[in-house]
Structures are given as structure tokens and as C-alpha cells.
């Protein structure tokens, strides 16, 4: 087989925007060896209904907060689900267990969901979550534009990257550093 110097040039750290490479042939095998615990949770039984439980938990801590309106404690609902949600299924990349050595470090969690298929039921749930909130803090923020704005761009920054156009995107800014052991 040739050698093909753009495929094996490593992206430059001053890249803001990098797209994963696919995953080689040792890893795909490694990956269909063990079952990946860390993603197969999402088709359990009550997985769906925990991210209405902690909906409804972090709505009722900001309300009990002593002055915080009706608006801020929405508002805060919401950022504070998107924030987690970015963070648990785009930001940590890999298993947090060590029982698939290594298989899924180049990818994270949305990616490992159902094999990293689209539009899955799943998936489709795990999406519509972020915009129905949206859609609740909107209407209980009465509207207000900054509010809205705020909100707007929260589930902006967790709904694009649940989208197929941004499958294996990376941003620099808001991903951790690549391994450089992928060769």
C-alpha cells in the first residue's frame, strides 16, 4: 500500500476545527469484542426518565433559593441541563471504566450511543429533551429577549453537536487535546 503523507499528517494544535479520523481497522475489532457498557445505559429501562427527574430536581433547588424569580430559576434550569448534557455526552471522550482497553478513546458518548447510528430512538429522544426544555423556559420566561437569547444559545451549543453534520467534529476550544498515540 502507498504512503499517503496527508493521511498520515497529524492535525496542528493551532487548529480550532479538527475531524476525527476514522477509526482503524484494530480499533473497530476491539470496539465489537466487549459490549460498551458506557453507552448501552441510554436503551435501559428509566434512562429516559432520569433527565425529567433532574429537570424537575434542579427546577426545585433554584426555586428554593431565596430571591431568584421564576424567570431565573428556568433559566438556570436550563443552562444547567445543557451544560450537563454538553459535558456528559460531547466533552469527556472515552470510558470512564477500564474494561474496554482503550477502544473508545477517540470517541464520545454521543458517538458510542447505538454504534454510532443516526436518528435512532435514542438518539431522537436525547435530542428533543434539550428543545422541549427550551420550549418551556421560553414560555415560563414570559418571552423576555434576553432570557431567550440565553436560553437560545444554551441549547444552540448542545444541539448542534448531536447533529449528523457535526459527527467526529471537534472544536479546540471546548474539546480536550487529541491523543497523539493514535499511530
Known sequence: MPFDAKEARRRRSSSLVYTEPPESLERISDQSALPNLNA????AKGAWVIH?????????L?????????ETSWTL??????????LMFHYVRGV?????AGAYDNLNMWEQIDNGDQYTPAKKFLLSVPI???LVSTHYTH??????????????????PKLPVAHRI?????????DDDSN
Not at 425529567?52 to 426545585?60: D, G
Not at 434550569?77 to 445543557?82: A, E, G, K, Q
Not at 431567550?148 to 444554551?154: D, K
Open 143 to 160: 418571552y423576555d429577549l434576553v432570557y431567550f437569547t440565553i436560553n437560545c444559545l444554551a441549547t444552540i451549543a448542545v444541539v448542534l
Open 132 to 134: 422541549l426544555l427550551f
Open 77 to 86: 434550569t436550563n443552562i444547567s441541563y445543557m451544560m450537563g448534557s454538553y
Open 62 to 70: 433554584f426555586d428554593i433559593i431565596p430571591g431568584v424569580s421564576q
Open 40 to 43: 448501552d445505559w441510554v436503551n
Open 96 to 100: 470512564p471504566f477500564d474494561f474496554n
Open 170 to 178: 471537534r472544536f479546540g476550544l471546548f474539546s480536550p487535546p487529541p
Open 52 to 60: 425529567f427527574v433532574l429537570i424537575i430536581i434542579a427546577k426545585i
